[in-house]
């Protein structure tokens, strides 16, 4: 299973962003995703995530700010970034993995993209 992100660049603060991800099987659409993204200095970390039945859920930043949302095709999902801040500058990752609910851990996701970068300048 592939995975390819897009819509990473550069914004002021305050802007917003589109990512997107794109994957290359059918039968992910049984699977739940996430995004994950890493800051300059720090580890990866979940972001948000929507599994099959639609259920989502965010980390505590991401609340209010960040959209997870997926095609009617459900092979491509993505993340709507309104008001960002310097500080969520950082590489975003897509993910994909067969689990019920919904998880912003890693070990949860089998599958990944090679992430795109997003840059938040003040």
């Known amino acids: 299973v592939e995975m390819v992100e897009s819509g990473g660049e550069s914004v002021q603060a305050g802007g917003s962003l589109r990512l997107s991800c794109e994957t290359n099987s059918y039968g992910i659409r049984h699977y739940s995703f996430g995004w994950f993204r890493q800051r300059p200095g720090w580890g990866r970390e979940g972001v948000a995530a929507?599994?099959?039945?639609?259920?989502?859920a965010y980390a505590i930043f991401a609340m209010d700010r960040f959209t997870v949302s997926k095609d009617n095709d459900e092979r491509t999902f993505h993340l709507q970034m309104t008001n960002l801040k310097p500080e969520d500058t950082g590489d975003y990752f897509c993910a994909a993995g067969l689990l019920k609910g919904t998880s912003l851990r890693e070990p949860d996701y089998l599958y990944w993209g090679r992430g795109t970068r997003v840059t938040v300048s003040s």
């Open positions: 929507i599994n099959s039945d639609g259920q989502r």
